[in-house]
Structure formats: structure tokens, C-alpha cells
């Protein structure tokens, strides 16, 4: 049996997202900037998806912007935003548990002559309100908080984030804006972007049962952005380049299907995570749980197992066929701790020890104690291991 946990990584396509995208390789592959009927077919199928996207996250579908995906969603925020309020200020605000795509840029930034405040998080993974407020200055152009963390799947209170935010524009600071990243949490939990009173919001389609390398930025009517990269009047003339139909239509197909079953797909995963988490506790030694447990995706549970090197539990999984991660994709490989989990106050050896399982409604019950019996024999056999030496 193989057993895929590691859907924060990357989710597998649906079948339907796959069927929906396959006509436009080939019989509708027209360039949507063209006159023809090749062209408007094209056209069509781009407008549809913009409108299957906007709902999904309560926006308008003119203010869905296609991009190739959340990297470049988050970069072309917060450049964005730098780049077009230069002007009356240059300070940042963001968090120390954010994704690369949004540190590196804004460490960047810093370089460029920008300040950057980077809040820490409780111990728990969420920001302190009041220290968002005291961090707020008139200068402040940009308040750059995630959703959903990628490694402990902890869910910022985003709506208050918007009431700081609108109190500093209200005292001062006029032209700032608030971008998150929701890269993990559109599809698992409902995100509307005016019940979250954002004005930048960055999806990915492969999080979410669509291909990789396609996704959006929302920008709220009337946002000042400067554009990343220079060339035709793509996207409302914010993203130049010939859009990529196939992909587009596959994040459109699978933008509704998450609308459509967001309630069963939270409810199916959140169910066989708790379950995985029940019988670990039970199983295992010295077992626990990361991250908030009340304000947390339903489809991940980031764990620590003290006394047991995660890197070498994870290979050992893979060996019998269940994949996790330490972390996230992208951290993982490298042999700096997470920076999530340090920002949380966690030992090294708690750190060195943590797993990320990250579910989706693709998978079974049948899957996770397959899971379960795998990782406590696992467990049980690196512990004795380890004693031994
Ligand atoms: N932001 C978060 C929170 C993520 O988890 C990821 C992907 O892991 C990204 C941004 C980057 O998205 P993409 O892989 O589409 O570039």
C-alpha cells in the first residue's frame, strides 16, 4: 500500500479537473488574445474560470488576477505594493512563520532600502493583536499575514488583522493595504475576502486537486500595484503573458468542485486526522501535538515524537510506503530547523523530532491505519534503536 500525506506539499489532481483541462491542449488550444473562434473559444474558457475562482473566495471575477502560482502571487503583493507606495512610506509588516515566498521577498525588500517588522507568534502559532498595533506606524504601507500556516496548518484571526489595519488607515497611515496568504486555507476552510477584509489574497491551484503551476492573486477594485514583469495587456493589464488555458481551466474546475464539497472535505479529513492523532497519542511515547489545536486546518497535524530524529522516521515511512514530510516541501532537504516551529519556542530536540501529516478527502480510513500501525512500529523500532546506542 501506498499511503500520500503530504498534501500541504502538493495534492493530486481530480479526475474531473484533469477532463475539464484535457480539450484545450488540442482541439481548443486558441491564444484567448486572438480574434478568431479559436481564440474566443479560449476567451470563454478563461472568463469561466475567473468567474469559478472568484467564487471561491467571494471576490468579483475583474479582480482575480492569473498568475503561475502562490510564489509568484505573494511576490507580486508585496513588490507590488512596495513598488506603488514607495512614495509615502516603506515599512512592512509581517509575520516570522510566514512561507519563503513572502520572507525572502520582503527580506529583499529590507535590502532595497525597505523596513521590515517580522512579529513573532505565541507558542501556539498566532500573532499578538497588540503587537501588530504597536508595530503600525504612518509609514506602514503593508501588513502581510497568512491564513493557514503551511507546516502547523494554524489559522491567523485575519478578520481582526483587517480591524487593526483599518484603525491605522482611519489614525495616519492612509495608503495601507492588507495582503494574506491563503495559499493553504482556500479550499479547506471558507475564505471570503470581504468577511476577511483583505485586499490582496494568494491562491494556488496544485493545494487544491488542480495543476501545479497556476494561481491568483486576488487584488481588491482600486488597489495600487505596480506590475512585476512588462509586456502585452494580459489580466487587466497586470500579468503579461499568453495565459495558460489548460491550466487555468483546471484551477477554475477545481476552484468549484472545493466550493462545492468545502463542508465534506473539511469534515471527511478532519475526522481521520483526529483519529491518526487519537491513536499516535495512544500508541507512542511522548507525543505532541504542534501548533493551536482550536484555531487549526482540518487536514494537518504537525507532531513531534521526543527521542526520534524526524528526518530518519520520515525515510523509514517512505520505505514502507507512507509518505509525510518534516516541515514543509521546501524547508525540508535542508538541515536548518524550521523556522515555524522555531518561532514557536520549540526545542531542537523537540524541533528534530516533529512530522507534518497533511490529509485530503482523496484519502481513506482503510489509508490511515495502514498509517498508524506503520508509523507506531516505526516509532517503537527507532526508539529501541536509539536506547540501545
Ligand atoms: N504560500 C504557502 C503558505 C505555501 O504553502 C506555498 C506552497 O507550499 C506557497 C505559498 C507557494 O505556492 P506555489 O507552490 O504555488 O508557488
Same mark, same amino acid.
Given at each position: 500500500?501506498?499511503?500520500?500525506?503530504? /498534501?500541504?506539499?502538493?495534492?493530486?489532481?481530480?479526475?474531473?479537473?484533469?477532463?475539464?483541462?484535457?480539450?484545450?491542449?488540442?482541439?481548443?488550444?486558441?491564444?484567448?488574445?486572438?480574434?478568431?473562434?479559436?481564440?474566443?473559444?479560449?476567451?470563454?474558457?478563461?472568463?469561466?474560470?475567473?468567474?469559478?475562482?472568484?467564487?471561491?473566495?467571494?471576490?468579483?471575477?475583474?479582480?482575480?488576477?492569473?498568475?503561475?502560482?502562490?510564489?509568484?502571487?505573494?511576490?507580486?503583493?508585496?513588490?507590488?505594493?512596495?513598488?506603488?507606495?514607495?512614495?509615502?512610506?516603506?515599512?512592512?509588516?509581517?509575520?516570522?512563520?510566514?512561507?519563503?515566498?513572502?520572507? &525572502?521577498?520582503?527580506?529583499?525588500?529590507?535590502?532595497?532600502?525597505?523596513?521590515?517588522?517580522?512579529?513573532?507568534?505565541?507558542?501556539?502559532?498566532?500573532?499578538?493583536?497588540?503587537?501588530?498595533?504597536?508595530?503600525?506606524?504612518?509609514?506602514?504601507? *503593508?501588513?502581510?499575514?497568512?491564513?493557514? /500556516?503551511?507546516?502547523?496548518?494554524?489559522?491567523?484571526?485575519?478578520?481582526?488583522? %483587517?480591524?487593526?489595519?483599518?484603525?491605522?488607515?482611519?489614525?495616519?497611515?492612509?495608503?495601507?493595504?492588507?495582503?494574506?496568504?491563503?495559499?493553504?486555507? !482556500?479550499?479547506?476552510?471558507? !475564505?471570503?475576502?470581504?468577511?476577511?477584509? !483583505?485586499?490582496?489574497?494568494?491562491?494556488?491551484?496544485?493545494?487544491?486537486?488542480?495543476?501545479?503551476?497556476?494561481?491568483?492573486?486576488?487584488?481588491?477594485?482600486?488597489?495600487?500595484?505596480?506590475?512585476?514583469?512588462?509586456?502585452?495587456?494580459?489580466?487587466?493589464?497586470?500579468?503579461?503573458?499568453?495565459?495558460?488555458?489548460?491550466?487555468?481551466?483546471?484551477?477554475?474546475?477545481?476552484?468549484?468542485?472545493?466550493?462545492?464539497?468545502?463542508?465534506?472535505?473539511?469534515?471527511?479529513?478532519?475526522?481521520? $486526522?483526529?483519529?491518526?492523532?487519537?491513536? @499516535?497519542?495512544? $500508541?507512542?511515547?511522548?507525543?505532541?501535538?504542534?501548533?493551536?489545536? %482550536?484555531?487549526?486546518?482540518?487536514?494537518?497535524?504537525?507532531?513531534?515524537?521526543?527521542?526520534?530524529?524526524?528526518?530518519?522516521?520520515?525515510?523509514?515511512?517512505?520505505?514502507?510506503? !507512507?509518505?509525510?514530510?518534516?516541515?514543509? &516541501?521546501?524547508?525540508?532537504?535542508?538541515?536548518?530547523?524550521?523556522?515555524?516551529?522555531?518561532? *514557536?519556542?520549540?526545542?531542537?530536540?523537540?524541533?528534530?523530532?516533529?512530522?507534518?501529516?497533511?490529509?485530503?478527502?482523496?484519502?481513506?480510513?482503510?489509508? @490511515?491505519?495502514?498509517?498508524?500501525?506503520?508509523?507506531?512500529?516505526? @516509532?517503537?523500532?527507532?526508539?529501541?534503536?536509539?536506547?540501545?546506542?
Amino acid at each position: 500500500m501506498r499511503v500520500y500525506l503530504d /498534501n500541504s506539499a502538493t495534492t493530486p489532481v481530480a479526475p474531473e479537473v484533469l477532463e475539464a483541462m484535457l480539450p484545450y491542449f488540442i482541439e481548443n488550444m486558441g491564444n484567448a488574445q486572438s480574434v478568431h473562434s479559436f481564440g474566443q473559444r479560449a476567451k470563454a474558457a478563461l472568463e469561466s474560470a475567473r468567474r469559478q475562482v472568484a467564487g471561491l473566495i467571494g471576490a468579483s471575477p475583474t479582480e482575480i488576477v492569473f498568475v503561475s502560482g502562490g510564489t509568484e502571487a505573494d511576490n507580486m503583493a508585496i513588490r507590488g505594493v512596495a513598488e506603488a507606495s514607495r512614495d509615502v512610506g516603506r515599512h512592512i509588516i509581517t509575520t516570522q512563520i510566514e512561507h519563503p515566498a513572502v520572507l &525572502a521577498t520582503c527580506e529583499e525588500l529590507e535590502r532595497e532600502g525597505f523596513r521590515v517588522t517580522f512579529l513573532p507568534v505565541s507558542s501556539r502559532g498566532l500573532v499578538d493583536l497588540d503587537e501588530l498595533r504597536a508595530a503600525v506606524c504612518d509609514e506602514t504601507i *503593508l501588513v502581510s499575514i497568512m491564513h493557514a /500556516n503551511n507546516e502547523i496548518g494554524v489559522i491567523q484571526p485575519i478578520e481582526k488583522v %483587517a480591524e487593526v489595519v483599518a484603525e491605522a488607515r482611519a489614525s495616519g497611515a492612509r495608503r495601507l493595504l492588507l495582503h494574506s496568504d491563503a495559499v493553504q486555507s !482556500v479550499g479547506k476552510i471558507r !475564505v471570503d475576502v470581504n468577511e476577511l477584509g !483583505v485586499d490582496l489574497l494568494s491562491v494556488s491551484a496544485h493545494k487544491i486537486h488542480g495543476p501545479k503551476g497556476v494561481g491568483c492573486l486576488y487584488v481588491r477594485k482600486g488597489t495600487r500595484l505596480t506590475k512585476l514583469m512588462y509586456g502585452g495587456h494580459h489580466e487587466r493589464d497586470r500579468r503579461p503573458g499568453t495565459e495558460n488555458i489548460p491550466a487555468i481551466v483546471g484551477f477554475g474546475r477545481a476552484a468549484e468542485m472545493a466550493a462545492d464539497q468545502l463542508d465534506s472535505r473539511a469534515r471527511l479529513t478532519s475526522e481521520l $486526522r483526529d483519529y491518526l492523532e487519537r491513536q @499516535i497519542m495512544e $500508541r507512542a511515547r511522548n507525543v505532541r501535538i504542534n501548533g493551536d489545536a %482550536a484555531y487549526r486546518l482540518p487536514n494537518v497535524s504537525n507532531m513531534s515524537f521526543a527521542g526520534v530524529d524526524g528526518e530518519s522516521l520520515l525515510i523509514a515511512l517512505d520505505l514502507k510506503g !507512507v509518505a509525510v514530510s518534516t516541515g514543509s &516541501a521546501c524547508a525540508s532537504g535542508s538541515l536548518e530547523p524550521s523556522h515555524v516551529l522555531k518561532a *514557536l519556542g520549540l526545542d531542537r530536540a523537540v524541533i528534530r523530532g516533529s512530522l507534518r501529516f497533511s490529509l485530503s478527502a482523496f484519502n481513506t480510513r482503510e489509508e @490511515i491505519d495502514f498509517a498508524i500501525s506503520t508509523l507506531a512500529g516505526t @516509532i517503537a523500532r527507532l526508539e529501541e534503536m536509539s536506547a540501545d546506542q
